[in-house]
């Protein structure tokens, strides 16, 4: 999952790019053997999640606090889409990101979409959620009130099901 | 490559090193105030602390219990739980351990085994008891590990001076029993005072930085101490790791005491490990080198030697010794001030520890 | 030892003597928490009160001095504490165990240069707190008995818990500081300078720890011990916590902590053991935060406390 808060949630400042790289990925087999970290393996990780990724920054070794917004956000982005698990939740992955970072993040999330696999982005962002879904929920006070599928979705109504509950 | 990897290793040096400097200006004008010559006193310490072989394997067999209870410190406060508990740990640690290795019968292994491993297990449990509490009443680490010391001082006093006290001899201390010859750590230069305990005291070092930087476990804490929520989210379990963390330190600190008796006086003997603030000066290591096991190592053997030669030069000169105190302090003190230029720049949430929320933390109310 | 009457009374104006030097404390430690901060160098606060009381009433032999003196260092100490814990950031933890460290390191220190030995020290040259003349109740022994050996300061620290209470729920600036303990940052954009109020708050419980301070030393037996404060600036936090930080709570739980050392001082004659009895206050303090802390749970039984 990619949480909505990248500070809060999604990693922590003093920590490494590497550390904050690992979270959730440390338990599996190929990175740990009986509560044993594999450093290299780990390092080898990281490494591979900053370079596909073009996530900039001073090394692995760098405090993820030094990494700006989208840089953080892409790393983040990229440790989930790492764990090749079959359903990816997104949670307003592109907030506060800039225009480069976003667009990458797009591509990837489609990317994930076209190897089988299912995303589930939850964002307020309109445009984004219509350039990606090929299936779109709205929801209001909890519950799901509308559904549009790519190519037929209504912006003005669904904008008004999202602010009001009905179109 | 070399260069930035130099630069790596020297950058936690600088604060440290700055604060050192501004407390042994402290320190010299404390002694100027005695009427002293600072820099003589200052070279006289120095010699004091490492100048000849008895003085630095004093220094040496000094730090072995201050390395001890930094690491078990260091354990704690770099997940975040800020117990004070390190005295009251190793007093039960080594009351435990000499109690048991007089009275449990059988061949010496068995003693051994038994008293070392109650002693840890009752540290262990002394200070799980502190996390409990944090954790079912909101009880601030620092105020139950705080009442839990001088609980652990009287209780052991009243259990040396009334059921095992020794009565052999003249000398009237509240001291138990000595440990058998059999069953006490040799000393690694004969006649003089350094024990093997020093050894494990290193191999600790080693172990506490393999346990924190290369397992699942020293990964959870630390990430526990940078930011919960994002543990939370990761699934580590904060319960866990505070009870891991916490009573890790306990045994740490139980062990400290442990080595105190095996190695050094053979007995337990009341308040001296209070007297000599093994513990605090411990702690004040592990805050010094912000949690880093070498760092504690070697920070350790400074305080020490700040101590020792602070010991030496109140027999030759009319400064006190507590000199060393009120720089080791400043030291800690002018220590907390150069964390906050660490924060200016972060406008990053704090992280907030686990079970604290209204009890404790960075900023906590008691 | 029969227990009658008169022990009560024995007990009652016991715990009165003990409690006040920790009541100062506790007001100072409550008042810290209801701005945030976690001031744990009151130890070191409260000895350095003591200290100074003694070292100039040493040198004038004049109650006011000693006063004067004990607050005067201990706000000086409070001062370097709370520029560090606020100003520079430093974790108040670390700060206050330091500030403790070196306040013991120093105090004995100078009690060596002063007084030239580190054990203790008395001297009939001391003079101590005047006491209040209780004679006129010689007609009710039993009442006598209760507020014998007391002196002023003993009282003020009532009348000053009472003066706080009012200060901090009846005035703005008692308004102002609360609010800056529930949110510093909401409290600073509506113009509070919560900085300075922080500091200042700390500084004024150093004052309070020195009076404190100054009450061991002076009030009953003039004199100075290294390190005589002995951990009651941390039952002192302990109290101000089970006092709920609100100075009338702060009354009653000082009074339990000092029933419990007064306990344990006319204990000690008896068949128990005089170490156990000592350790009685510190278990007790842990005893009853938890059960204070199950009393706020039933409370409040939707969420948190």
Known sequence: ???????????????????????????????????????????????????????????????TGSLSGGNAQKLIAAREIMHKSPLLLACEPTRGVDVGAMEFIHEQLVKKRAAGDGVLLISSELSEVIKLSDRIYVMYRGRVNGEFTRGHVKEEELGLLMARGKA | MMRSKLKRLGEPLKQPAIAIFFALLVGAAA?????????????????????????????????????????????????????????????????????????????????????????????????????????????????????????AQYITMHFTANVFLDTTGDAKMTQT???????????????????????????????????????SFGYESKMSGYNVDFCDYGGISSRKVMYGMLTLSGVICALAGVLEVYGVQYRYVHNTYVSASYAWVGLNAALISDYNPVGILLTSILLAGIQTGGAAISRATSVPLEISSIIQGCITLFISAKIAFKFRGRLLRRPRPYGAQAAEGEEGEA | MDINLNYLAVVFNSTLRMMTPILFVALGSALCNRVFIFNIGLEGMMLMGAFSAIVAN????????????????????????GVFMVKFKGAMLVVGVSINSLVSGLTTFLMQLVFGGKGAYVSPDLVSLPKIDVRFLSGMPLLETMFSALTYLDIFAFVLAVILYLFLFRTVTGFRMRSVGINKVAAESLGINADRLQIRTVVFSGLLSGLGGCLLTMGGVTMFAQNITAGR????????????????????????????????????????SSQLTMALPYVATVVALALYNVMQMKRMPKGKA
């Open chain 1, 1 to 63: 999952m990619i949480p909505e808060d990248r500070y809060i949630w999604g990693s922590a400042s003093q920590a490494t790019v590497t550390e904050t790289g690992i979270m959730g990925h440390y338990i599996q087999p190929a990175f740990s053997h009986r509560g044993v970290l594999k450093s290299k393996k780990i390092q080898q990780f990281a490494q591979e999640l900053i370079d596909r990724f073009a996530v900039k920054t001073d090394g692995i070794q760098a405090k």
């Open chain 2, 31 to 151: 002694i100027l105030v005695t009427g002293e010559n600072p820099l003589t006193v200052y070279a006289a310490m120095a010699k004091g602390a490492f100048g000849s072989t008895y003085y630095l394997l004093t220094t040496l067999t000094r730090a072995t219990p201050i390395i001890i209870c930094g690491l078990g410190a260091a354990v704690a406060w770099s997940s975040n739980y800020m117990g004070i508990g390190g005295e009251g740990q190793m007093i039960v640690g080594g009351f435990v351990s000499a109690i048991l290795a007089l009275n449990v019968p059988g061949p010496a292994w068995f003693k051994i085994i038994c008293s070392v491993v109650g002693a840890l297990a009752a540290g262990g449990l002394y200070s799980a008891l502190s996390a409990w509490l944090l954790e079912k009443f909101k009880m601030s680490l620092a105020i139950s590990t705080l009442m839990f010391n001088y609980a």
């Open chain 2, 177 to 215: 029993l000595m440990l058998a010859e059999e069953l006490r750590l040799p000393k690694m230069v004969e006649t003089y005072s350094l024990h093997w305990g020093f050894v494990i005291a290193v191999l600790l070092v080693a172990a506490i930085w393999f346990v924190m930087n290369r397992t």
């Open chain 3, 58 to 81: 040493f040198y004038t032999g004049s109650v006011a001095v000693s006063l004067l003196a004990a607050m005067l260092s201990s706000m000086l100490v409070a001062y370097v504490a």
């Open chain 3, 233 to 272: 600036g941390f039952i002192a936090m302990a109290a101000g916590t089970l006092g709920a930080a609100h100075p009338l709570g702060v009354i009653a739980s000082s009074a339990f902590f000092g029933l419990a050392q007064s306990m344990a001082n006319m204990l000690q004659n008896s068949a128990i």
